[in-house]
């Protein structure tokens, strides 16, 4: 009995300890030049769990550069995953499930604007942590499953 306890306590551990933070996927930048707009696109693994990452997008230009209708989409070579679009907007994200050890394409578009017809973006994907309320809610479930399995052998 003690020792499944203590095989239980380590992998709530161990599980805490992995997915604690985000990692990061990928993060990168470009520039963007023209009013017509102009596709970059980029390719990622999710070989890190867990598997629900998040992507943003964000407009990094300065003055007198800038971007507008900013389109973001996350991509398997046959299927679009999820996507977002905006007009005039600082930043786009979404979260969007993978499949481990898949290949995704993220495929950005903009138009640059201003008297420069141009403008920077960052790309950053990231894992989504798994959050530590949930790890405190599976560790009283395992400790109340214990004690109850105690009071019933006693009983």
Do not use: C
């Not at 769990?49 to 003055?63: I, K, N, V």
């Not at 903009?110 to 405190?136: M, Y």
């Amino acid at each position: 009995m003690k020792l499944r306890l203590l095989v239980a306590a380590m992998f709530i551990v161990f599980i805490g300890s992995t997915y604690a933070g985000a990692a990061t996927i990928l993060e990168t930048g470009g520039g963007i030049v023209g009013a017509d707009g102009q596709w970059v696109i980029y390719d990622f693994y999710a070989d890190q769990g867990p598997f629900t990452y998040r992507a943003m997008l964000t407009d990094q230009s300065t003055e007198p550069m800038n971007l507008v209708n900013m389109y973001l989409a996350i991509t398997t070579s046959t299927a679009v995953i999820d996507s977002a679009y905006g007009e005039e907007v600082d930043s786009l994200s979404f979260n969007f499930p993978v499949e481990e050890g898949r290949h995704y394409l993220a495929k950005v578009f903009a138009q640059g604007a201003g008297p420069l017809s141009a403008g920077h973006f960052g790309l950053d994907i990231q894992s989504v942590p798994i959050p530590s309320t949930l790890l405190l809610l599976g560790g009283g479930l395992v400790g109340l499953v214990g004690i109850r399995k105690k009071l019933k052998s006693r009983g």
